[in-house]
């Protein structure tokens, strides 16, 4: 008896260059229309995935995606107005506080995502878990989602990210904390979006939460595994997933790939302190903090490529090795600084130069074919 497919999509963190992996599956979505995309309706990914989960900036994408169901135009045309929105333009002032460690406030973020879920849902407080017996006006009821938080202060070692779900723990998963706490959509936008460098934990009760990319989960496809073996036991299910990356593996040694450690040398520790010090060439007394950034990224970054192999390795071990792809630009991406979202135009390009690439074309070419029998259903 032939198992049932099950189709996951999995969402690193990475900063405004999430952007890039709205655009990957933007081109995703319209190619499985057979006929002139701009004719027909495009499929949103709520559509075609069974699963949704992200980190970060992937778990903001997640809840737009899935939660509150919006096709990617939409979901572009509001992740292009966070950054302005949250940051403003005043670049100085932006590393000013990186530089001096100080986070931004977090009021106008939280403004923006309480318009946002009003928008969609009718209700600022509407919850994360959909509730079926008060539904809200979003409707399509087709794809479950998570996105990860860990407890703040909590250093990698040792941790386990919360999943914050949109649908009932499964039977052997762990309930998000605090225990009984009924989390709404903007306090899990808010809090898999805290990152330490940038905002303030969230505090919910006595505990607080905060984003998961630096603990070990920038990169959630073996938590997504994890959730789906969890609720379709493999005997009877097989998995595709398309993992999305933002790029921070240019930020690696060349040879990562072939030889992935868990601590690469100081190259890339050295690459990304020099692109610091080069931008601002007049600052001498922020070297400490540059190093304590650099250290971060290439961190997170280590992390998310560990994972990728790791899921690999899974699906090699299934015999399903045609049902992992990973879209993960190389070029460029990584380099593009913290006030990432003021490089909008550089990552459209680096993105759209990728698609076109032999390996973009090929690649997403393969994903569309297995994702076709979802969207033909």
Same mark, same amino acid.
């Given at each position: 008896?032939?198992?049932?497919?099950?189709?996951?999509?999995?969402?690193?963190?990475?900063?405004?260059?999430?952007?890039?992996?709205?655009?990957?599956?933007s081109?995703?979505?319209?190619?499985?229309?057979?006929?002139?995309?701009?004719?027909?309706?495009?499929?949103?990914?709520?559509?075609?995935f069974?699963?949704?989960?992200?980190?970060?900036?992937?778990?903001?994408?997640?809840?737009?995606?899935?939660?509150l169901?919006?096709?990617?135009?939409?979901?572009?045309?509001?992740?292009?107005k966070?950054g302005?929105?949250?940051?403003?333009?005043?670049?100085g002032?932006?590393?000013?506080?990186?530089?001096?460690?100080?986070?931004?406030?977090?009021?106008?973020?939280?403004?923006?995502?309480?318009? *946002?879920?009003?928008?969609? !849902? =009718?209700?600022?407080?509407? %919850?994360?878990?959909?509730?079926?017996?008060? @539904?809200? +006006?979003?409707?399509?009821?087709?794809?479950?989602?998570?996105?990860?938080?860990?407890?703040?202060?909590?250093?990698?070692?040792?941790?386990?990210?919360?999943?914050?779900?949109?649908?009932?723990?499964?039977?052997?998963?762990?309930?998000?904390?605090?225990?009984?706490?009924?989390?709404?959509?903007?306090?899990?936008?808010?809090?898999?979006?805290?990152?330490?460098?940038?905002?303030?934990?969230?505090?919910?009760?006595?505990?607080?939460?905060?984003?998961?990319?630096?603990?070990?989960?920038?990169?959630?496809?073996?938590?997504?595994?994890?959730?789906?073996?969890?609720?379709?036991?493999?005997?009877?299910?097989?998995?595709? *997933?398309?993992?999305?990356? !933002? =790029?921070?593996?240019?930020? %690696?040694?060349?040879?990562?790939?072939?030889? @992935?450690? +868990?601590?690469?040398?100081?190259?890339?520790?050295?690459?990304?302190?020099?692109?610091?010090?080069?931008?601002?060439?007049?600052?001498?007394?922020?070297?400490?903090?540059?190093?304590?950034?650099?250290?971060?990224?290439?961190?997170?970054?280590?992390?998310?490529?560990?994972?990728?192999?790791?899921?690999?390795?899974?699906?090699?071990?299934?015999?399903?090795?045609?049902?992992?792809?990973?879209?993960?630009?190389?070029?460029?991406?990584?380099?593009?600084?913290?006030?990432?979202?003021?490089?909008?135009?550089?990552?459209?390009?680096?993105?759209?130069?990728w698609?076109?690439?032999?390996?973009?074309?090929?690649?997403?070419?393969?994903?569309?074919?297995?994702?076709?029998?979802?969207?033909?259903?």
């Amino acid at each position: 008896m032939p198992k049932v497919r099950k189709y996951i999509l999995s969402l690193d963190g990475g900063g405004f260059r999430g952007l890039s992996c709205l655009i990957i599956l933007s081109q995703l979505m319209r190619g499985l229309v057979e006929g002139d995309p701009d004719e027909e309706p495009i499929p949103s990914p709520c559509q075609i995935f069974d699963l949704i989960c992200g980190t970060s900036t992937g778990g903001l994408i997640a809840i737009l995606l899935g939660r509150l169901g919006l096709d990617c135009s939409t979901a572009i045309s509001i992740y292009k107005k966070l950054g302005p929105s949250v940051f403003g333009r005043d670049e100085g002032k932006i590393w000013g506080n990186i530089i001096k460690g100080e986070r931004f406030s977090s009021t106008a973020f939280e403004t923006l995502l309480t318009e *946002i879920v009003k928008n969609y !849902t =009718g209700d600022e407080n509407a %919850l994360m878990k959909v509730q079926k017996s008060k @539904p809200d +006006a979003v409707e399509h009821g087709s794809t479950d989602t998570f996105v990860t938080v860990v407890p703040a202060g909590v250093g990698s070692a040792g941790t386990e990210a919360y999943r914050l779900r949109t649908y009932a723990v499964p039977r052997d998963g762990f309930e998000s904390a605090p225990p009984g706490h009924s989390w709404t959509i903007r306090q899990a936008a808010r809090a898999t979006s805290a990152a330490p460098m940038y905002f303030a934990p969230l505090q919910i009760e006595s505990q607080a939460f905060q984003d998961a990319a630096a603990s070990g989960f920038n990169n959630p496809t073996l938590e997504a595994l994890q959730e789906a073996e969890l609720r379709w036991p493999t005997r009877q299910h097989e998995f595709v *997933i398309i993992s999305l990356g !933002t =790029g921070l593996c240019s930020l %690696l040694p060349d040879d990562f790939d072939d030889q @992935p450690v +868990a601590n690469p040398d100081d190259k890339a520790f050295d690459k990304v302190v020099n692109n610091l010090r080069n931008k601002f060439k007049n600052i001498t007394t922020a070297k400490a903090r540059f190093e304590q950034v650099a250290k971060q990224l290439v961190s997170v970054a280590t992390d998310t490529e560990l994972t990728h192999g790791e899921a690999a390795k899974r699906f090699k071990k299934w015999k399903r090795s045609e049902n992992y792809f990973r879209f993960n630009p190389p070029q460029g991406l990584g380099d593009i600084d913290l006030a990432d979202y003021m490089n909008e135009g550089t990552i459209i390009e680096i993105t759209n130069v990728w698609l076109r690439s032999d390996d973009g074309k090929f690649s997403t070419s393969d994903a569309r074919a297995k994702l076709q029998a979802a969207y033909n259903v």
